[in-house]
């Protein structure tokens, strides 16, 4: 792993374009995007875009050796220290701000930095594929998923509720189709991953949540409204655990930028998502509900998103239940990403960690990215609400876990941030300042 130490004060402003990449350093590609297909026949032997599906896969592995959440296992290890602030960017450097023509050719900052990685699709479904094939490269069987979800392009609840099933045992990553077709991007996925079903997953190797197109047999979950839906996907989640869940997070129904931080949740332990809307605990809830009066439910999001008569409602049924909540969408997800109850919440308020990025106005990416949280790094998702500009809050965040050492650096606990969606949905000068949060730092004069 290259060193990332800066030979500098912490406060020291260096323009950007100091930073020189050795000039004996591979030249990666840049990220192609995957190219639509026409008149392809299918078969083991017809290319299509797989190879560049293998590609993107190998280069999520490569990219994955520059990162990890510690330097190592000894007795040596540093414990985990927040460095101090870095001072803020200067907004007036529009060098340091803009990329060179020759790390625009090399696909950096735009697809990494030494802190992040972009799955950079512009679309859920793009993105969905990304993240399959980055936990799931599929270069052999062994890295293969046994199943895969699929949702509708549109049905953002249906999603969110299907992220429980990329929890361990069934590890189903979730890919979009349509009613009509298989969306291309999805169709070449679903040919990398080649899911064969296993026991863990009833040997069904897809999972569709309502009627979509997909290749050969699947799973079937009936999909309509989302409290509906989302009691179904719960069901067969009991079915294929073999086992009660700890705990139920309920969501909006009707503010999904309140809903997406249980994606990553319900992927990282198996809690199953229902949901319910305003001012109204739906009939389906409170039916799934009852099948576990005594597990503890948390509901996500404050009164204006599921009101205290909603709470007291569910409480009837279940009587330990709990509120986490922000006041806005990027507050819930910071509330979250720092709430602990026992074993419920992610705890996230020290460094050597992993996030993911995404905008608060896309639900379906919540989805999409929540295998990114049940492996690797194991991250809590935090929201952006602007393409240009990280909110103060979020800023505030990664400077409270920002990693420090003091003398060794490669005994340090390091975090990585993954950032969904392409340059229209959080730009490069966005994900620059995260990665500048999330650097190492070291920690007084050392020696």
Known sequence: ??????????????????????????????????????????????????????????VFIAIAVVWGTSGGEDGGSEAPAPAPAPAPANKGDEKAASPSQTTEALGYPGFATNNTTRIGGSDPASNAAGAALAVFPSTTPDQRPDAVTLVGEDDWAGAIAAAVLIAPP??????????????????EALEALDPQGSPATGKAPLFSIGKLAYPGKAAVVDSGEPAATAAGIAALRDRLFGKPPKHIVIASSSRPDFAMPAAAWAARSGDPILYAATNDLPAATATALKQHPKVPVYVLGPSSAISSKVVREIAKIAPRV??????????????????????????????GHGFVLARSDSPAEAAAAAPLSASGTWGPLLLTDDAATLPAEVRSYFLDVKPGYTTDPTRAFYNHIWVIGDQ????????????????????????
């Open 322 to 351: 709990k509120r986490v909540s922000g006041e806005d969408p990027v507050a819930n997800a910071l509330a979250f990403a720092r709430y602990s109850d026992g074993s419920f919440g992610w705890n996230v308020n020290d460094p």
């Open 170 to 187: 069934v590890q189903a990553p979730i890919l979009f189709s349509a009613p009509d077709e298989v969306p291309d991007v999805t169709e």
């Open 1 to 58: 792993m290259r060193g990332v130490i800066p030979k500098r004060p912490i406060n020291a402003d260096v323009p950007a374009e100091e930073r020189k990449v050795e000039k004996e350093a591979p030249k990666p590609k840049p990220e192609a995007k995957p190219q639509k297909t026409s008149g392809d026949q299918g078969g083991p032997g017809a290319p299509k875009a797989l190879a560049a599906l293998v590609v993107l896969a190998l």
């Open 424 to 447: 229209e949905a959080i730009d490069v000068n966005q994900q620059a300042e995260v990665n500048e949060l999330a650097e190492l730092e070291r920690i007084g004069a050392g020696e």
